[in-house]
């Protein structure tokens, strides 16, 4: 059988597009507006490169939906999930049983997990990852006899998934506003976001200043209530905002002090992203849960879990009686085939040591060099995720820079010159991110920031013809 990869497949976009107007709603998408323009289409990936269905080619910075890590067209994992289901498709592990793709991978995320992690649950997605930790961290309380510590802290802007927990747990205004959330016991602090709130303060000092509003939050809410506290090591779909160096630290502290558990969500930071296998180890950090999803399996399955650390997991095995939470794919079978597939790719090929090493510092001086453009008020990057914002003029300082109105919606009109000039990044507001694979060699990093650069001047044409700079 020749794979999608070598076949020269014609595709009916227009045909598609009306099928997909027709049938299928899209996830975070206006349906009104998408039926008016048309869906593009997607049919084949190799390496870091994507082809749709009318034969153009993309450069894929996002790594699909940060998720990708090891490339497209891997073979390897397409074979490892074939055997599985050639094997045993499905079985559950409810009921006193288990598989042993699900075993062997458990075992290996212990291995590979920071210290004090010995067990895991499996889930889906990350969504459900994240409603796993809201129901262990109770249970946990519960178990441990204290049955008032329920609440769990969050931050504005912070994403935790789509499913009711998730989006409560995360803080996404826009979300909110849509199925009554955040649910009952959950509470948010302000984001570590330097731009957006550290005028007069140097990056450090911001960042203790940060992580003080979760010791603020707590002695509101109430130490004896608060059950955990869950961030992402460095947000992501907020728009790739990278902690100052003094944040995770005092964080930490402040957990300590008042005993409540940390949830590092590395559903886009682990396997990898940032250099280590987890960002908690980078920011030196020590969770007592992790998120993880993504990554684990290059995104080829759905597949995410809990790394669960020994505090908890201890008194969960420990004090027994059921845990009521579970679903049909916690360990699937197939999924857990192809994750333990993509993490002997990562290894073999030393990814994580090559993003740490090699490939993301090169990637942080290239990606800094955009910071001369005219539009570019600010760089930042951390291992393999990196943004930038587009500004209408540069002050002397970052917080002197002038926004765009955001009515202009100039990040959108710059992601649409990226798209149709063979280049994937992703807007959020003016602030345009990246999140490539972690194959991308040198020569390829050349090439996007080059890609990057050229996409950048179309868009600074269009807006002064338009007259807003
Ligand atoms: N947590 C984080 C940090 C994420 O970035 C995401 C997805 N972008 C999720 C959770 C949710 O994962 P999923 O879409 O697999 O449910």
């Known amino acids: ?25 899209h996830p975070f998408t206006d349906f009104k507006q998408l039926n008016e323009n048309g869906a593009r289409v997607m049919v084949r990936g190799e390496g870091i490169y994507l082809w749709d269905s009318q034969g153009k080619k993309v450069l894929d910075g996002m790594s699909g939906l940060w998720c990708v890590n090891v490339g497209y067209g891997r073979t390897s994992i397409s074979e490892a999930v ?42 889906g997605s990350g969504s459900e990852g994240n409603d796993t930790n809201l129901r262990m961290v109770r249970r946990y309380w519960d178990l441990m006899g204290y049955q008032e510590r329920h609440t769990i802290i969050s931050r504005h802007n912070a994403y935790h998934g789509s499913t009711v927990a998730g989006a409560s747990l995360g803080g996404m205004d826009g979300m909110h506003a849509q199925g009554g959330l955040p ?30 509003w979760l010791e603020d939050k707590i002695l509101e809410v109430g130490a004896d209530k608060v059950a955990a506290f869950i961030g992402e090591p460095v947000q992501g779909a907020g728009g790739v905002i990278i902690p100052p160096a003094t944040y995770w630290p005092e964080i930490q502290r402040i957990c ?22 987890f960002a908690s180890e980078l920011f030196g950090i020590r969770p007592d849960l992790i998120t993880f999803a993504k990554g684990v399996t290059s995104g080829y399955v759905p597949l995410g879990g809990v790394l669960v650390g020994d505090r908890v997991a201890k008194v969960l095995i420990e004090k027994g009686g ?15 085939a192809a994750a333990l597939e993509n993490i002997r ?86 602030r345009m991110i990246i999140a490539p694979p972690l194959v991308m060699t040198r020569a390829q990093i050349d090439e996007m920031v080059a890609l990057i650069r050229h996409c950048l001047d179309l868009t600074y044409e269009d807006i002064k013809q338009r007259g807003w700079v």
């Open 82 to 123: 074939y055997r599985q289901m050639e094997t045993l498709p499905f079985y559950n592990s409810f009921f006193n049983t288990t598989n042993v793709p699900a075993v062997q991978l458990a075992t290996k995320l212990a291995e590979i997990a920071p210290p004090g992690f010995q067990h895991v649950f499996f889930t």
């Open 1 to 25: 059988v020749k794979s999608a990869a070598t076949r020269n497949e014609l595709f009916d976009t227009a045909a598609i597009q009306k099928l997909d107007s027709a049938h299928y709603l």
């Open 322 to 336: 059921d845990f009521n939470h579970g679903f049909t794919y916690s360990g699937h079978p197939v999924a857990c």
């Open 256 to 277: 300590d002090k008042y005993g409540i558990l940390l949830i590092a969500d590395e559903v886009i930071c682990g396997f990898g992203r940032l250099g280590k296998w």
């Open 183 to 212: 649910i009952p016991g959950i509470v948010h602090i302000g984001q570590p976001n330097y731009l957006e709130a550290g005028q007069g303060m140097t990056e450090d000092e911001f960042g203790l200043k940060a992580a003080s």
């Open 345 to 430: 790719i990562i290894e073999a090929e030393q990814l994580v040591q090559r993003v740490d090493e090699d490939t993301g510092p090169y990637l942080k001086q290239r990606f800094a060099t955009l910071g001369d453009h005219p539009l570019v008020g600010y760089t930042s990057s951390c291992g393999f995720v990196a943004g930038l914002n587009l500004v209408r003029s540069k002050g002397a300082t970052v917080h002197e820079n002038v926004a765009f109105d955001e009515a202009l919606s100039v990040g959108m009109v710059c992601r649409g010159y990226m798209f149709n000039n063979g280049m994937i990044m992703r807007a959020v507001g003016d």
